[in-house]
T-cell receptor, first 114, second 112 residues
Framework: DAGVIQSPRHEVTEMGQEVTLRCKPISGHDYLFWYRQTMMRGLELLIYFNNNVPIDDSGMPEDRFSAKMPNASFSTLKIQPSEPRDSAVYFCASSLRQGAETQYFGPGTRLLVL | KNQVEQSPQSLIILEGKNCTLQ??????????LRWYKQDTGRGPVSLTI?????NTKSNGRYTATLDADTKQSSLHITASQLSDSASYICVVRGSGNTPLVFGKGTRLSVIA
């Protein structure tokens, strides 16, 4: 298996533009997680899905952020409009189960909003 | 408030030496604790996961301990190698609706 796949790996955009981050989880994993990582705040869980259904989106910072999972092999995290403070590394992770199961992280998307 | 505090923030050690990283948490009720290793420019990789009943768990040269009574965990690295240079993140899961709580990590640098 190729592991969790994220695209793009890097994104530079201007404030106000829409940004879409993409994730392909490991095949057969029922859970998908979106995280954000910054130097100041460390890793933060934004939202997670179980069987394509959003379960907890309490970590989503604002209405500018939205996430979808139209099928078991694809998820998107959209920021619209983007702001400089959204600059961070965004990770997608997947796992078989939520509890004590290991989460497998993708390589991340490094986002810079100018 | 559910929190995870890691210490030290950063650490520099010589290759071949041992080191211990600390994680203190206030998450309650507790479900499990994970240690992740994150190389620069990459996503975190799980090293160990421990539940309430587990005191020690090893993964090669990495040994994690858990004291659920004092709410403390440690990650001990034996005979460090240059490739151990990374950030080590402690993550605690609470039971029920308690969210996943992340530490800010310890940045370890192993030098020759």
């Amino acid at each position: 298996d190729a592991g969790v796949i994220q695209s793009p790996r890097h994104e530079v955009t201007e404030m106000g533009q829409e940004v879409t981050l993409r994730c392909k989880p490991i095949s057969g994993h029922d859970y998908l997680f979106w995280y954000r990582q910054t130097m100041m705040r460390g890793l933060e869980l934004l939202i997670y899905f179980n069987n394509n259904v959003p379960i907890d989106d309490s970590g989503m910072p604002e209405d500018r952020f939205s996430a979808k999972m139209p099928n078991a092999s694809f998820s998107t995290l959209k920021i619209q409009p983007s702001e400089p403070r959204d600059s961070a590394v965004y990770f997608c992770a997947s796992s078989l189960r939520q509890g004590a199961e290991t989460q497998y992280f993708g390589p991340g998307t490094r986002l810079l909003v100018l | 408030k559910n929190q995870v505090e890691q210490s030290p923030q950063s650490l520099i050690i010589l290759e071949g030496k041992n080191c211990t990283l600390q994680c203190n948490y206030t998450v309650s009720p507790f479900s499990n604790l994970r240690w992740y290793k994150q190389d620069t420019g990459r996503g975190p990789v799980s090293l160990t996961i421990m539940t309430f009943s587990e005191n020690t768990k090893s993964n090669g040269r990495y040994t994690a301990t858990l004291d659920a009574d004092t709410k403390q965990s440690s990650l001990h690295i034996t005979a460090s190698q240059l490739s151990d240079s990374a950030s080590y993140i402690c993550v605690v899961r609470g039971s029920g609706n308690t969210p996943l709580v992340f530490g800010k990590g310890t940045r370890l640098s192993v030098i020759a």
